[in-house]
Each structure stands twice: as structure tokens, then as C-alpha cells.
């Protein structure tokens, strides 16, 4: 299949790979792959840098996988939802709140609920998606001149590639999904990062975090697949845990630009791990 160069990522997400596809594709194992999986989806970079034939995607956050939903199967009724926001202070903070009404959320469409969280996305400040323990967006208006908000060429590229290939949304516990995987499916795992210190922890894009137990589950699932002969590559932040966790595998230390930060003389590289249980 033929990789169109406008599917790319239609959110920013917190750690995405953009910056880091060229390093982690020399990085995956030689010759084709029956079959891709990526249980940490996120904002896909990988995804639409790779636009594999057959693919398992997935990711604990539901509202960020009826976006993928809508983008897949409602795509112009999402560019036309799309049009009725407007990048003001007044609206950012109205939509924002629509979650707060449990009663009158749940009644909303699919496609209204995604156009609400590219908005979010598009005009929140750092472009961060964030949630409180209630699970609620409470990330702050950004305050950008034009954002694009409607990205319509890109949103049609992303539905283009989700209809020709073979693509298996879901949004379930990342474990049940690599359960399933066979032989011969290549796997990314892209989790929420070990802090590389207290104040440093960014866990929010669902509600619960992911702890250092979580990450001890992570492994022992990443074991699994090494049991079974499936081939994995994760992504982690460089902390001494993580090394710990992995040192049976390969580990290729390589660095990256963080943004997440508020200040901005905090942001820069950082180093981070990339783990493979092959060669």
C-alpha cells in the first residue's frame, strides 16, 4: 500500500514520536511485518509514519479512540462540527466544561465529542491533553492567534489510510490486547514515561496515572511476548527503574525534546530508552 505523506498526526500528544521516527524505524527488526500493533496509540506518529497493512490500535483513552472512530467513518460531518468553534476564551471554556454535565455528555454524538477534543487539542495551552481525577479536561486556553483548528487535507489523508488498511480500533487495558497478538505481528509500545523525577511526572491523559507498578506490569506483559516469540520495541524515559526493569534487553539510549514543561527554560533534551527483545 502506498504511504500518503499527509496521514500524520491530527493531535498533539504528550511524548509523541515525530521527532524521533527516523531513530526508531533503523531501529526495528529487518525484512516485512505480518502485522502491527501499538497499544499506546496516542497521537499515531508511528502509525501514519509506518501505515502498515494490518494494524491493532489502541489506547486506554476512549475519547481519544472515537476520535479515530469519527475520523474513520464520519469524516466531512466532522470537518463541518469542526466549523462551529470558534478560537475565543468564552467558547474554549464552554466546551471544555461540556464534560462536567455527565447527563448531557453522554448524550452527545460521537462526532460532536471528537470535534470537541481537537478543538481542545488545537487551542489549549502547549497543545496538552489533560485530565483531573474525575477525568475531566482541565487543561487552560492557549491563547494562540490562529491555531488550525481544521485541518481538513490531513483529516481526509488520516481517513483514507484507516479505510484502506486493516485497522482494529479499540480502547481496552493494553494488556488484553497484546494477549491476542500471533507470530509474526510487530509490536511498539509507547506507555506513559517513568518520571525522571518528582516534579517531572505528566500521567494525565486519562485518569489514574500509570505507576510504577503499572510499569512492572508493562515488563512482566513485555516478557509474554518475548515468551511467544513476538517482537516488541518500547519507548521509555531513561531513569534508573526503567534500566533496571529492561536490562535482559537491548537498550539504545538516544535523546530527545521535551516541551511539556511550562517554563521554558525547562524544556530541552532529555534522554530516553528505546528496548527491543531482538537484535
Not at 460531518?77 to 466549523?83: A, C, M, R, V
Not at 486493516?166 to 491476542?180: C, G, R, T
Not at 531513561?238 to 539504545?252: D, L, P, R, V
Not at 525534546?257 to 528505546?274: I, L, M
Amino acid at each position: 500500500m502506498r504511504k500518503n505523506k499527509l496521514a500524520v498526526p491530527f493531535v498533539k500528544w504528550v511524548g509523541g514520536k515525530r521527532q524521533l521516527l527516523d531513530v526508531l524505524t533503523d531501529l526495528m527488526p529487518e525484512g516485512s511485518i505480518k502485522s502491527y500493533c501499538e497499544p499506546f496509540v496516542g497521537g499515531g506518529a508511528m502509525l501514519f509514519h509506518l501505515q502498515p497493512g494490518i494494524a491493532y490500535v489502541n489506547d486506554i483513552n476512549s475519547e481519544l479512540i472515537n476520535v479515530y472512530s469519527v475520523i474513520k467513518d464520519s469524516v466531512d460531518e466532522l470537518i463541518n462540527e469542526l466549523s462551529n468553534f470558534e478560537n475565543e476564551p468564552e467558547v474554549f471554556y464552554d466546551v471544555r466544561g461540556w464534560d462536567r454535565d455527565k447527563i448531557r455528555y453522554s448524550s452527545l454524538s460521537n462526532i460532536k465529542r471528537a470535534a470537541r477534543i481537537i478543538f481542545l487539542n488545537k487551542t489549549c495551552f502547549n497543545g496538552l491533553y489533560r485530565v483531573n481525577n474525575a477525568g475531566e479536561f482541565n487543561s487552560p486556553f492557549g491563547y494562540y492567534r490562529n491555531p488550525n483548528i481544521i485541518n481538513a487535507p490531513v483529516l481526509r489523508a488520516v481517513s483514507h489510510y484507516l479505510n484502506s488498511a486493516k485497522i482494529y480500533l479499540s480502547s481496552v487495558d493494553y494488556s488484553e490486547v497484546l494477549a491476542k497478538l500471533e507470530k509474526g505481528t510487530f509490536v511498539y509500545l509507547d506507555p506513559p514515561y517513568d518520571p525522571v523525577s518528582d516534579s517531572a511526572s505528566f500521567t494525565g491523559y486519562t485518569r489514574g496515572g500509570f505507576s510504577r507498578n503499572e510499569q512492572i506490569r508493562l515488563r512482566e506483559c513485555c516478557d509474554d511476548l518475548s515468551r511467544r516469540g513476538i517482537k516488541f520495541m518500547l519507548s521509555n524515559s531513561a531513569t534508573n527503574f526503567i534500566m533496571g526493569q529492561y536490562s535482559e534487553y537491548n537498550i539504545t539510549l538516544v535523546k530527545a525534546k521535551r516541551a511539556v514543561n511550562s517554563a521554558g527554560d525547562k524544556r530541552g533534551d532529555v534522554e530516553e530508552v528505546v528496548v527491543r527483545n531482538y537484535e
